[in-house]
């Protein structure tokens, strides 16, 4: 019986990959349509009933020849528009496909690489690593994330998700670098506050792109005797000394506008009528590259 005159089987790719061996064994007698979010999103078929869609002629008279032939320009086509890097191995571990990122990945051509064994192509003790994943996902149907050091570009940072694949095994590697780096400011920028916090006579208060102020925290509304509610959508230069608002209003100015952290001193008119001289630093706040406001750090 043709694998088209069995009524296909429908699984979410959570139960596949939980349950592989179980599927494999219904994919042998009829197709097994793998869902996600409810929607089909690829086939599982035997390698028999694959062998023999090629030798028969599909509905209305059309060689599947012809159909094999659109799916596989349709995935070339697909891989050809990725951004990540792909590529796919028998079980042996040697390559069978990548597409045009993973030859700029690696620096050589499909030409150069497919056919060529993984641990020929990447010998750094990391990638051996990455192979032993492969052999894992060829073990046992499952699908792994990863993140690994580049050996091919240093410095970078590649997130890799390995999965089965018609023929042994797949894996797409996309550039983390950048997440990576962020993770590592973030990081950063919070031990920096949490010591901060510890420091006696040290505020911080942040001004939005307008230049007023948008946040304080409690050391600040401590040194100016002022309640956030006083001060919120104030300009910082309208508790300071008049004779310094200027300067204190132009490197509030420069800082929005990106330029280099400013160090200046000034004298805070506090809520109870005294004067306090104290130093700011300030530096921009960027959101997605362009200012989006001013931190101030006030030393008293």
């Known amino acids: 019986m043709k694998s088209r005159d069995i009524a296909p089987a429908r ?50 008279g059309h060689d599947n020849d012809s159909e094999l032939h659109t799916a596989e320009t349709a995935r070339s086509a697909i891989l050809g528009h ?10 042996d571990l040697r390559i069978t496909a990548v597409n045009p990122v993973f030859e700029d990945l690696k620096g050589s051509s499909a030409a150069q690489l497919i056919g060529a064994a993984w641990n020929e192509v990447f010998n750094a003790p990391s990638q051996a690593l990455i192979g032993e994943q492969f052999r894992r996902v060829l073990r046992t149907g ?7 050091e580049s050996t091919v570009q240093a410095g970078r940072c590649f997130g890799v998700r390995v999965f089965p694949y018609p023929g042994g095994v797949a894996a797409l590697f996309v550039n983390r670098t950048e997440e990576r780096d962020l993770r590592g400011r973030l990081d950063r920028a919070s031990a920096l506050e949490t010591a901060l916090a510890v420091l006696p006579g040290l505020a911080t208060a942040r001004l939005n792109i307008r230049g007023v102020l948008a946040s304080m925290d ?15 959508d104030c300009r910082l230069s309208d508790i300071v000394r008049p004779a310094e608002r200027r300067g204190l209003t132009m490197a509030v100015e420069h800082a929005l506008q990106g330029d280099p952290p400013a160090r200046l001193s000034v004298t805070l008119l506090v809520k109870n009528g005294a004067e ?20 101030i750090a006030i030393a008293a």
């Open 276 to 295: 306090r001289t104290v130093e700011l630093g300030l530096a921009t706040i960027r959101r997605d590259g362009v200012p989006d406001g001013v931190l």
């Open 142 to 148: 499952e699908t792994l994330e990863f993140e690994s």
């Open 82 to 91: 990725m951004n990540e890097a792909f590529v796919a191995l028998d079980p």
């Open 218 to 232: 409690a050391d600040f509304l401590t040194l100016t005797g002022f309640s956030e509610a006083e001060l919120r």
């Open 11 to 60: 699984v979410t790719a959570g139960e596949i990959s939980r349950n592989f061996g179980q599927w494999q064994d219904v994919a042998l007698s009829g197709p097994v349509i793998v869902t996600h979010h409810g929607r089909p999103r690829v086939v599982m078929i035997s390698a028999e009933h694959y062998a023999a869609a090629g030798l028969t002629e599909g509905p209305g």
